[in-house]
């Protein structure tokens, strides 16, 4: 019961008017209420949404119903990523609470806010296409603004834990499982899909989720169904220049070069330098990079292997010399191991000593468990990778890989905030949507917090850098001529606040 106060008492002391509903709102403005720092204002006025008419223009037919304008269904999913919604439901029923919302959607107070299925409509209308093209206009944005070096990217992959659970997965193998009824539809949708266009094949076909089974089984502790989100990120304001999508059982070394050409294709700079792990470390890699000129920055995937052999106490193939002139390698008890089978299709040949050899060889248990004696194998292309090897262990690469680590791990972390670790969806297409708006939002807060700085001072700060020439800057097109000069290199001093100096090399 509310307590009653006497005429007199405390006379200066406001009170609480009665909840009588307004009807009319005659000084209400949403333009007003929405501060000019808003971050949704700020994407208002950078982003361009309108380009969705013209990409999703074939999809509407010329009957039925008008449907919801799609740059306000593009924002309103933007809207899903950007304050991590957990659902579609929910997001439209935040819609009339959240002034700011409205505004950025176009709405008015008293606007009615369409059902929530519309978003799922439109997805599927829409297709991944749509999405991937926002994704690229965002990362064509953040090279305008100077942003994107792209000489030099980092490369890295991580899971998604997908909507499914694990009690949803089936042995297809299983008798049982294929007599049941759902199974043949199971079946018949994978064949379906199988048929199409996927660039992705499931690696492991024998287990599957029935909820989902587009989502891998990876076993990391214990079995999970994921998905992999595969990222190339420029090291200068830390922009995601491509992404993609696999199953959780994808191995994502082969990823590598399809992120280095979309790096390429979004950016419109072929980079010179890939910097990744070791679980990309592969002969493929390897060469591909040297086909394409590209420095390949990354431990060797073998390294690791044959650190492993040597705790199992046998030599590895660091042991055996090799000399160019007889073709043939020298094994640590001295002995020619001459060339013997060739492979195709893995692209190497075999070397091994006569059997007789080994068998008598008293560093046998050192060397080889097998009875016939040690091979060592040798790739048709050796020099060319030794060389790109020898690279990728320099101090430079060194300093590259160590800083990947950071710069990756802050882009995943980043991600967190806006669910990317978690699956919406059900399906790859799905999840590649979702991991196109994620990327793009985390590449829009690139824009916001490093290109205003840019907007509000034009003159560059400068540096006095010990050894080098420091230039000022005093537009934004000299700004632009020199990022494109080869005269020099501009500097992120702190990622957090940055100040900008061009250095005259
Ligand atoms: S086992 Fe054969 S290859 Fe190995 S060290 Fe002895 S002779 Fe050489």
Redesign the pocket.
């Known amino acids: 019961m509310a307590t009653q106060i006497k005429n007199g008492d405390f006379a200066m002391m406001g009170q609480e008017p009665g909840r009588q509903p307004k009807i009319f709102y005659p000084h209400m403005n949403l333009e007003q209420r929405v501060p000019r720092t808003h971050v949704l204002r700020r994407i208002q006025e950078r982003i361009d949404f309108s380009f969705i008419y013209a990409e999703v223009r074939d999809t509407y037919g010329g009957n039925g119903n008008v449907s919801i304008p799609p740059p306000v269904i593009l924002k309103m999913m933007l809207l899903l990523v950007l304050y991590n919604v957990r659902s579609e439901r929910e997001l439209m029923e935040t819609i009339p609470m959240r002034l700011d919302w409205l505004w950025f959607l176009g709405y008015d107070i008293d606007s009615e806010v369409p059902d929530h299925s519309v978003l799922s409509k439109a997805r599927v209308r829409w297709g991944v296409e749509a999405f991937r093209r926002f994704f690229e206009r965002v990362v064509w944005q953040c090279v305008e603004a100077g942003l994107v070096v792209g000489s030099k990217i980092f490369v890295d992959s991580t899971l998604m834990d997908a909507d499914a659970s694990n009690n949803s997965v089936i042995d297809t193998r299983s008798l049982k499982v294929q007599l049941q009824e759902g199974y043949k539809k199971l079946e018949a949708r994978l064949e379906e899909r199988s048929e199409g266009t996927r660039r992705y094949v499931k690696e492991n076909r024998r287990y599957i989720s029935r909820t989902d089974p587009d989502a891998g089984i990876v076993n990391r502790g214990k079995p999970k169904l994921s998905y992999q989100v595969h990222r190339a990120v420029d090291g200068r304001g830390e922009v995601i220049t491509a992404t993609e999508t696999t199953p959780g059982d994808v191995n994502e070394a082969h990823e590598m070069i399809p992120l280095l050409e979309s790096h390429h294709l979004n950016t419109g700079v072929k980079a010179d330098t890939v910097v990744a792990d070791s679980k990309y470390g592969t002969v493929e890699n390897f060469l591909a990079c040297c086909d394409q000129g590209v420095e390949a920055h990354m431990p060797d995937l073998k390294e690791s292997t044959a650190k492993r052999i040597e705790k199992l106490n046998i030599f590895s193939e660091e042991r055996f010399e090799y000399d160019g002139e007889s073709d043939t390698y020298r094994?640590?008890?001295g002995?020619r191991?001459k060339p013997k089978s060739l492979h195709m299709s893995r692209q190497s040949r075999d070397y091994a000593?006569p059997k007789k050899?080994?068998g008598a060889?008293e560093?046998?248990e050192q060397?080889?468990r097998n009875k016939s004696?040690?091979t060592v194998k040798r790739h048709l292309r050796q020099e060319e990778l030794d060389g790109m090897r020898e690279a990728s262990r320099s101090a430079k690469a060194k300093r590259d890989i160590k800083m990947r680590q950071h710069l990756m791990e802050r882009s995943y972390a980043r991600g967190t905030r806006y669910g990317y670790d978690r699956a919406r969806w059900r399906g790859l297409w799905r999840v590649q949507i979702q991991e196109y708006l994620v990327s793009a939002v985390q590449n829009i807060q690139v824009l916001l917090r490093y290109g205003s700085y840019l907007k509000r001072s034009p003159s560059v700060m400068m540096e006095e850098i010990k050894g080098t020439v420091t230039r000022s800057i005093r537009s934004f097109s000299e700004f632009n001529e020199l990022m494109n000069s080869k005269i020099g290199r501009m500097v992120l001093s702190d990622p957090n606040y940055p100040r900008l100096s061009f250095i005259e090399t």
């Open positions: 094994c640590p008890a002995q191991l000593a050899i080994c060889c560093l046998r060397c080889t004696g040690r």
